[in-house]
């Protein structure tokens, strides 16, 4: 990226995602000024050659873009309105790029706010993992003013390897992740449910893995989440509470829209049974666990297992 394009970036919540993004920003050139409640993630930004901050308002000083890629809206709210947020810095015309799943009412409200004190919002959820992350390689599903999309150029063109321009107003880009999460938990569901039932079976499930890799029946998800429960490895990469967060959206979304959702309604039963043995904050290929725990089978150990 040529010097004239680079940008001061901030970029609040740097667990595996936010840390990914950054470093991509970074490796385009851009400066970029982080915050997390974990100090070790702030360090982590600094040992990358970003700068840490104290606080989203101290991130955002001198910021032309702010990224914010936290759990949820009540996070993203509090990230730009509340104490020390985001909007008592930014000036007018900066941009923020909201990345956090959220319902599509929420996301128009947040922009509206924004929109209040001349701030432009860009309702840009997105997905690919903490790999692609890193890689600057993630698929934004993106939606607001072309003025937003402008502005965020620099910082999308660093952490996107595909944005999807759905719309020029927010909550078009939510609704387009609520679907792709419906999707994504139902998949992990049922990777999770077909693998302890082939362990069930007596099979050798590391070559059911190799099998149905090869098969019609293998997902995105069956083969990146699986390698977890072979591994008995169930550090979070994406934790189970995500997914009773997101499948949770999809049905109140459902039940306000007369939607019936039944197998989504099924998923998200499976991840509140894992939450509630316990494994809420742990890998969100824990379903594996939970179905095991219950019918006395025994899967692979690991650091975690």
Known sequence: MA???ARNIALIGLGSMGLGM?????????????????????????????????????AAKGADIAVVVVVNAAQTETVLFGSDGLA????????????????????????????????????????????????????????????????????LDAMAGKVYELGDEAGIGASFKIVNQLLAGV?????????????????????????????AGNSWMFENRVPHILEGDYSPRSAVNIFTKDLGIVSDIGRAE???????????????????????RDDDASPARMIAQMTGLTLPTGQDG
């Open 258 to 280: 007369t939607f019936p959702l039944p197998i989504a309604a099924s998923a998200l039963q499976l991840f509140l049974m894992t939450a509630a043995a316990g494994m809420g």
């Open 3 to 5: 010097l004239s394009n």
């Open 187 to 215: 998949h992990i569901a049922a990777a999770c449910e077909a693998i302890t039932f082939a362990s069930k079976l007596g099979l050798d499930i590391a070559k059911v893995y190799e099998v149905i890799t090869a098969s």
């Open 88 to 155: 008592s810095v930014l000036t007018s015309g900066s941009v923020v790029v909201s990345c956090a799943t959220m319902a599509p009412d929420a996301a128009r409200a947040l922009a509206a706010r924004c929109a209040q004190q001349g701030i432009l919002y860009l309702d840009a959820p997105m997905s690919g993992g903490a790999v692609r992350a890193g890689t600057g390689e993630l698929t934004f599903m993106a939606s607001g003013a072309p003025e937003a999309f402008e502005a965020a150029r620099p910082a």
């Open 22 to 58: 950054a470093r991509a920003c970074l490796a385009a050139g851009h400066s970029v000024r982080g915050y997390d409640v974990t100090p070790a993630s702030v360090a982590a930004l600094t040992a990358a050659g970003g700068h840490g901050a104290n606080s989203p308002a101290d």
